[in-house]
């Protein structure tokens, strides 16, 4: 009896278990530490500054995983700060994700073979009354260190909503 009690105890321990969530990605920029993580087969991220979780408006639009776009071929978050045609100054940053099909890959000429690639690109804007994300998404294959993004597409992103 105390066997069968035993079993049915782990059995509801293990059912009303929570999912921990699961770290994708991390970065550091303009002072905020931003986190990229999914639970349950959903992306969503997190920023904090000086140890306080900042609230960001919007979320993440893309199916898991998703990570932070670096400058091409180089080991740095590709970020810069973005004057808008009001005057203010935004900060921009760009997330990846929508894993692209590896047939998809296989016709790209990519030097970093084993890095994620996706197929949509959404912005992160740090602007002076909060962070929001866009609703606006660049609809095409991309991949997290090896990409064709610059300044032109962090000014694109800053002027999205």
């Not at 990229?36 to 199916?63: P, W």
């Not at 998404?137 to 610059?150: A, H, I, Q, R, V």
């Amino acid at each position: 009896m105390k066997n069968i009690l035993l079993v049915i105890n782990l059995f509801c321990m293990t059912c009303f278990a929570q999912k921990k969530a699961i770290v994708t990605d991390t970065c550091f920029a303009f002072g905020y530490k931003f986190i990229l993580a999914e639970k349950d087969n959903i992306a969503f991220i997190k920023a904090y500054r000086n140890n306080q979780e900042v609230l960001i408006s919007k979320t993440v639009k893309m199916c898991p995983p998703v990570y932070f776009v670096e400058q091409n071929r180089k080991n740095k978050v590709l970020q810069d700060e973005v004057l808008l045609k009001n005057g203010n100054i935004v900060k921009v940053l760009l997330m990846v994700g929508n894993e692209a099909p590896e047939c998809t890959r296989k016709n790209k000429n990519l030097k970093y073979k084993d890095g994620f690639c996706g197929m949509n690109v959404q912005g992160i804007v740090i602007a002076p009354n909060g962070i929001r994300l866009t609703e606006f998404m660049y609809n095409d294959f991309t991949c997290k260190k090896e990409n064709y993004l610059g300044m032109k597409d962090l000014y694109t992103f800053a002027h999205s909503k």
